[in-house]
């Protein structure tokens, strides 16, 4: 079964830590340009930028790509792809929406395609990626977020049963690495917007808590690379030398 999603990238000039990220050049495009086009790839369906500033869809529109505007004071990406779909999509024709992280240049399409998976599974509401974690330093990292899974037989897929920064599962075996991607069915995603945070949400810092508080089945599929994320100056110099920008 093959699932035809719509996917949107969020993206605004707001980052304290990287001020304009979207639009920071790398090998001669705006980073939010190089992971719409790694979404395209994935031939999953359409995918659009959902913009805090018309600056961001200029951007996007100068390099042939879709963009809608969206409210800047959003909370979240979520909030901001949940108006951005209404927009685009009114008629529903899309059942299933991909929230793609716009600061993910070197994105694999692969990622994408693993993303929807999981709803194959009609049981399953949302879905998210996990990469198996390799090292005790990234397992007691607590900026890296640590999915505890119930996997099937034939691990192909699976449920996810708690997010944490704290290392978990406690004993020998396997560890996940949670990748922040995820697919929602569209009542998923409307019902997702409408709760408030709740308390495991704010204490862990982690969004899809509220999903789990809430009764909502997240599926879960392995993806064997973690995309690299770019959130400071050093990592935007990392993106350029992977996109050879720069030579080696």
């Known amino acids: 079964m093959v699932i035809q999603a719509i996917s949107i990238i969020p993206a605004r000039m707001a980052s304290t830590r990287l001020p304009g990220k979207p639009l920071a050049t790398i090998a001669g495009a705006p980073m939010i340009v190089h992971v719409l086009r790694a979404a395209e790839r994935a031939e999953t369906g359409p995918v659009y930028v ?24 959003h909370p979240s990406g979520t909030d901001r792809i949940a108006e951005a779909l209404e ?14 992280q716009g600061d993910l240049p070197t994105m694999s399409p692969q990622i994408i395609q693993d993303v929807l ?15 198996p974690i390799e090292s005790a330093e990234e397992l007691h990292n607590p900026n890296v977020v640590k999915a505890v899974v119930s996997f099937d037989e034939k691990r192909d897929t699976g449920r996810a049963l708690y997010f944490t920064r704290a290392p978990a599962p406690s004993g020998e075996g396997p560890h996940w690495h949670h990748i922040g991607i ?24 982690l969004e899809q808590l509220r999903a789990l508080e809430a009764g ?7 993806s064997h690379t973690v995309p690299f994320g770019v959130d400071t100056p050093e ?8 996109l050879g920008e720069y030579d080696e």
């Open 216 to 222: 909502m089945v997240i599926g879960v599929a392995i």
């Open 50 to 73: 959902a913009c805090a500033e018309q600056e961001i869809a200029d951007a996007v529109a100068a390099q042939g790509g879709n963009a809608v505007l969206t409210c800047p004071d």
């Open 87 to 100: 927009k685009i999509d009114p008629d529903h024709h899309y059942d299933v929406v991909v929230n793609v």
């Open 117 to 131: 998976r999981p709803l194959v599974n009609p049981e399953m509401d949302m879905a998210t990626l996990v990469a």
């Open 235 to 242: 990592d935007l110099e990392k993106a350029r030398k992977l």
């Open 182 to 205: 995820y697919a929602y069915r569209r009542e998923t995603l409307r019902r997702f917007t409408a709760l408030p945070a709740s308390p495991l949400e704010q204490q862990e810092r």
